[in-house]
């Protein structure tokens, strides 16, 4: 079975590719770029298209498919109206499936199941990835404010932490918040570091 | 205790009334908490919608029939309680094509002398061995049926004589660029973009082919109307006093910055203000023209969803899907557009009611006086270039005559 994963994410493209390389007896392509997308996708002659939803040449594939029909290999959105909620599924995770007129449902179930739980471990990465970045900035403002404090005030590293968080305690806020609140209020009164 | 509703949409000046029935605040003096998704595809707008991302969307006003009818996916019912806008879309040439065809940069063209020039190029062309391609923002679309109208009474068969493609609108100016296509028919911003980076000309607004054409709808699923009807009726009224804070010149800067913003359209306040204005710059570096009514989004009861533009969209879906008619398809397809909500939404406000549900498109020349709900009403001009009109009461005789 031929599938095709259409994403302009290289990342997620590879993180999809790994995870239906699993299944036995299928042949995994991955398109990243959008120029020539269709004439990729004939070569190919996929059984199974997976494409993300944020994916801008969705319309132009769906217009290629419905034109299709016409031709050998159709390709349908949808199974049959049985699996809608496999497809509700997908659509949550973030990615559309479509798939060769009359490909066995039970052929076609494990290759979304198996997308569906690899977009979102993807989604999960991003996410950690996130906050991880989100974390190392707040480190980052969180030592700004500090040397703000010893500098303006004469404290010492332990008693300019001290205050940060006496101030976050007081006011229910976190330190961080504090600390960006320190920063900017720096920044306004126009001094530098 | 306030009601919410998602609301999906793709970064195109026509998305502005819900959008600024939040930001100007008439949402929530509806009682409304409106929260926005915007895609880069109708695919994936219409996803949402059907597997409940979203609670109603900007939606092409043909493919929310399409849906309803099951053309290329299972049939899942659709309502259009509002139209979200007549026209507000241009037909664009690459500077090359434009030029062929004497397309005039200081106005718009003529339908009629720039079809006519268009027949030859085309055949020019296609005898070359290289056909002229037409990009459209989708299949089923008001784009892809106006150009696809002109271009067949101006003597062409577009389905043998150019190509028509789909081509998603932020990609449109990059595909004139790079001669992916010589044309295209798309809504503001993209004309304007294509404009200004020398890529195209506008030649046509799609008001010069149908004076009052609709254009996109407040979609929902039919289930989901239901479910939700008060908070919708709530969305219409507050939808209704955003469209006259957008036609009101004094709020155009303004609404243009809003629109611009990075949450929303995220493209330049300048070009976006351009069609709220009706004033376009048809090729680089010449002075704007003022071309009134290029968008159409409130006078008139423009939001007022008339039947017979439904079973107008139906016709034109027969003609270019290759269907035959078929009476109960044209049933469903005119119960999509669903007046007795929008009646029902803005009874008792003193807002504008037609009196009637269905009307004879295209048939006044000239400003008209007709029945409302209480009183009269006035409505302009509402012709289609080439002087047919449709009468909604003979779908089969309409489409007969485009045989002939």
């Given at each position: 079975m031929k599938i095709a994963v259409i994403d302009e994410s290289a990342s997620r493209a590879s993180v999809i590719r790994e995870g239906l390389a699993q299944l036995d007896g299928s042949e995994v392509f991955v398109i990243t770029e959008r120029q020539g997308l269709v004439a990729r996708i004939e070569e190919i002659a996929p059984d199974v298209v997976l494409i993300d939803l944020g994916n801008p040449s969705r319309?132009?594939?769906?217009?290629?498919?419905?034109?299709s029909r016409a031709v050998s290999r159709p390709i349908a959105m949808f199974v049959d109206e049985s699996d809608e909620e496999a497809i509700g599924a997908s659509i949550d995770a973030g990615v559309s499936v479509y798939v060769v007129d009359g490909l066995a449902a039970s052929r076609i179930r494990p290759v979304l199941d198996l997308a569906v739980r690899r977009f979102g471990a993807f989604a999960r990465l991003q996410a950690?990835?996130?906050?991880?970045?989100?974390?190392?900035?707040?480190?980052?403002?969180?030592?700004?404010?500090?040397?703000?404090?010893?500098?303006?005030?004469g404290l010492s590293e332990p008693d300019a932490y001290a205050e940060l968080r006496r101030k976050a305690m007081h006011s229910g806020r976190r330190i961080a918040d504090i600390a960006e609140a320190v920063v900017t209020a720096h920044e306004l009164m126009g001094e530098d570091e | 205790m306030s009601e919410h509703l998602t609301i999906g949409f793709l970064p195109l000046v026509d998305a502005c009334l819900p959008i600024l029935a939040a930001e100007h605040g008439f949402a929530a003096a509806e009682g409304l908490e409106l929260s926005f998704v915007r895609d880069v595809s109708w695919a994936t707008v219409l996803d949402r919608l059907?597997?409940?991302?979203?609670?109603?969307?900007?939606?092409?006003?043909?493919?929310?029939?399409?849906?309803?009818?099951?053309?290329?996916?299972?049939?899942?019912?659709?309502?259009?309680?509002?139209?979200?806008?007549?026209?507000?879309?241009?037909?664009?040439?690459?500077?090359?094509?434009?030029?062929?065809?004497?397309?005039?940069?200081?106005?718009?063209?003529?339908?009629?002398?720039?079809?006519?020039?268009?027949?030859?190029?085309?055949?020019?062309?296609?005898?070359?061995?290289?056909?002229?391609?037409?990009?459209?923002?989708?299949?089923?679309?008001?784009h892809n049926y106006m150009l696809r109208y002109w271009l067949a009474a101006c003597g062409m068969a577009p389905d043998v004589d150019v190509e028509i493609?789909?081509?998603?609108?932020?990609?449109?100016?990059?595909?004139?660029?790079?001669?992916?296509?010589?044309?295209?028919?798309?809504?503001?911003?993209?004309?304007?973009?294509?404009?200004?980076?020398?890529?195209?000309?506008?030649?046509?607004?799609?008001?010069?082919?149908?004076?009052?054409?609709?254009?996109?709808?407040?979609?929902?699923r039919e289930s989901r109307l239901d479910e939700r009807r008060d908070a919708v009726e709530a969305l219409i009224r507050a939808m209704r006093k955003a469209g006259t804070h957008f036609v009101d010149p004094a709020n155009w800067q303004a609404n243009?910055?809003?629109?611009?913003?990075?949450?929303?359209?995220?493209?330049?306040?300048?070009?976006?203000?351009?069609?709220?204005?009706?004033?376009?710059?048809?090729?680089?570096?010449?002075?704007?023209?003022?071309?009134?009514?290029f968008m159409f989004q409130h006078r008139e009861a423009a939001n007022f969803p008339w039947v017979s533009q439904a079973e107008w969209l139906y016709t034109q879906m027969v003609r270019w899907d290759g269907l035959t008619?078929?009476?109960?398809?044209?049933?469903?397809?005119?119960?999509?557009?669903?007046?007795?909500?929008?009646?029902?939404?803005?009874?008792?406000?003193?807002?504008?009611?037609?009196?009637?549900?269905?009307?004879?498109?295209?048939?006044?020349?000239?400003?008209?006086?007709?029945?409302?709900?209480?009183?009269?009403?006035?409505?302009?001009?509402?012709s289609f270039f080439d002087g047919r009109s449709f009468d909604p009461d003979d779908l089969p005789g309409y489409l007969g005559s485009f045989s002939s």
């Open positions: 319309d132009m594939l769906e217009e290629y498919f419905t034109v950690d990835l996130d906050e991880a970045k989100g974390k190392l900035a707040e480190r980052d403002t969180i030592d700004k404010a500090k040397r703000i404090l010893m500098k303006g005030r | 059907l597997y409940g991302h979203s609670d109603a969307a900007h939606m092409l006003a043909p493919l929310a029939i399409a849906t309803t009818l099951g053309r290329g996916r299972p049939a899942q019912p659709l309502a259009a309680p509002f139209v979200l806008g007549l026209n507000g879309n241009a037909i664009t040439f690459s500077p090359e094509l434009a030029a062929a065809v004497a397309a005039p940069e200081r106005r718009l063209g003529d339908p009629d002398l720039i079809g006519r020039s268009l027949v030859i190029e085309a055949k020019r062309r296609a005898a070359a061995g290289r056909k002229l391609r037409f990009g459209v923002v989708h299949r089923y679309s008001s493609a789909t081509v998603a609108p932020p990609f449109v100016a990059d595909a004139l660029e790079n001669g992916e296509i010589d044309g295209t028919c798309v809504g503001e911003p993209w004309s304007s973009v294509a404009v200004e980076r020398g890529a195209g000309q506008i030649v046509l607004a799609t008001a010069q082919i149908w004076r009052r054409g609709v254009e996109k709808v407040l979609a929902m243009a910055a809003i629109l611009a913003g990075p949450r929303y359209l995220d493209a330049s306040p300048e070009l976006i203000l351009r069609a709220i204005s009706d004033r376009l710059v048809l090729a680089r570096g010449t002075p704007p023209i003022h071309y009134p009514d008619f078929d009476a109960q398809d044209a049933k469903n397809a005119a119960r999509v557009f669903r007046p007795d909500v929008y009646r029902s939404a803005l009874a008792g406000t003193g807002d504008l009611l037609p009196g009637a549900s269905s009307k004879v498109e295209g048939s006044l020349g000239q400003t008209t006086a007709v029945s409302a709900q209480q009183g009269t009403m006035v409505l302009e001009q509402n």
